[in-house]
């Protein structure tokens, strides 16, 4: 039987119940019988429930994991092959490593953590950690001046704080 | 109440129903409507907790994305800083390359799937792809001559099988 049937049985059978005007002791005896197989049932039912949802986590865990581990297998073939051609021609490898580097931060941003910029915006706690303070003129206190290690991600999936230097009065 | 002391008082309280040799309808009818509340509750937390766990799927997802993808943060940095040093030395980096290339490696091997060396091995459709085959002198036939592109993670935890070139009689 569904939920939603069952929940409109029990509303349905309480208010025969009630309606009943002189019942007997039989008949009674017979619906606290079944109540009490329908209420050990429901019980049963959590319990189960309970059970597939701790197995299933660990699925579900397992499964996001591996698949945010095979959106890196490309990043890492070529990683392998930059390195196989920079042991015979270092100087042709600037470009293959930049295309690496591309490469990884789409599949950040893929998996829902794009790169983010912060030059120029102001000091936020929140998203920034200052390494330093730095008087430059024209610029207003509190001015993020350079990105030393940039964030990934933004707000509740933020993965890290950027590291910057902030502008501070002269 | 817990679930379990739950189930202890309907085992008694079923027990006691069974010994009371002559209840009144009153006392039943306080049975009947303590059981459908017990029941109704029942069908009321079975009905919260599904809700719960299809929203709980999505955040542990969520969080399990966020954490494979923290992982990968710091062979980033190491692309970047490498491109960095490749543009004014390129000659230097190959050092480094190989170090990012071992680190990306580890990443995975944590992740549950390690890199997979197959060269030696017999041929495996469930783990190999063959790209070509070799006549070689006095290697057996179906022996894994040369990994193209290597597997990572074995059985149930294969993110994929490696490319293999594989010996046939010659």
Chains 1, 2 share one sequence.
Do not use: C
């Not at 039989?26 to 049932?41: F, G, K, N």
């Not at 829902?112 to 120029?120: H, Y």
């Not at 008087?135 to 993965?159: I, K, N």
Request: aromatic share 2%.
């Amino acid at each position: 039987m569904s939920e939603a049937s069952e929940r409109e049985e029990a509303v349905r059978e309480s208010a025969e119940s009630a309606e009943s005007a002189a019942p007997d002791v039989a008949e009674l005896q017979r619906r606290i019988t079944e109540l009490e197989d329908r209420w050990r049932r429901a019980l049963a039912d959590l319990d189960n429930l309970r059970k597939r949802v701790s197995r299933d986590a660990e699925r579900v865990r397992a499964e996001e994991r591996a698949r945010a581990a095979a959106e890196w297998l490309p990043v890492l073939d070529n990683l392998e092959r930059a390195l196989e051609h920079a042991e015979s021609d270092p100087a042709s490898i600037v470009e293959g490593l930049r295309a690496i580097r591309d490469q990884a931060q789409d599949v950040l941003a893929r998996l829902g953590f794009p790169r983010r910029d912060d030059a120029g915006t102001v000091f936020d706690p929140a998203r920034h950690e200052a390494v330093a303070t730095l008087a430059q003129e024209g610029v207003p206190d509190g001015t993020v001046l350079h990105v030393v290690r940039p964030a990934y991600g933004d707000g509740d999936r933020q993965l890290r704080p950027a590291l910057v230097v902030v502008a501070r009065e002269g």
